[in-house]
């Protein structure tokens, strides 16, 4: 009996694991950092990216993005899949951040609304290869303690992803 409950729960955990499929691994570029994307179903994701920001002369800081993605939206997929699958995405979350004092400079923090479009290669193995862009429009407080527009987010830049899924 005990093998039959194991064998019924090791496929339920299949199947759901199917279902759900998640990749976790780094964007390499500006702002780089660590990501986490989770599946629901085929057509969206939930994509958690927390990165440590080095900003040029201000100081070392930590900040996030969290966007909720749709997989090749308006049924518009790439047609080219020879051996895995391209995809493209776009989504919409939100971004915040802080920035420590150092010896210079005052410390300053960002939050706003954040987007997230790109295109990914789902390698026939549990690989994942992605391009893609978070711009973030919001506030930011500068160094003299003043809010303002939050200028760099808005270049974010071009970061390559390099993921593993499971």
């Known amino acids: 009996m005990k093998k039959y409950l194991f064998v019924a729960l090791l496929a339920v955990a299949s199947i759901a694991v199917y279902a759900q499929p998640r990749a976790v691994g780094v ?29 040029i002369n201000s100081g070392l800081g930590v900040g996030g993005h969290v966007t909720y993605d749709w997989i090749d939206p308006f049924g518009a997929s790439v047609p080219w899949n020879e051996k895995g699958e391209w995809h493209w995405y776009m989504g919409v979350g939100g971004s915040g951040g802080f920035v420590f004092p150092t010896n210079n400079t005052n410390g300053w923090w960002y939050a706003g609304v954040a987007g997230h479009i790109g295109i990914e290669y789902d390698f026939w193995f549990p690989f994942q290869l ?28 071009i970061q390559l992803g390099v993921r593993y899924k499971f």
């Open 130 to 157: 992605s391009l893609d862009w978070r711009p973030s429009i919001g506030l930011a407080n500068s160094n003299g303690g003043n809010i303002g527009f939050n200028l760099p987010g808005l270049w974010g830049g």
């Open 27 to 55: 964007n390499l570029g500006p702002w780089s950092s660590i990501s986490y994307q989770h599946g629901f179903g085929n057509a969206n994701m939930l994509d958690v990216a927390g990165n440590i920001i080095l900003p």
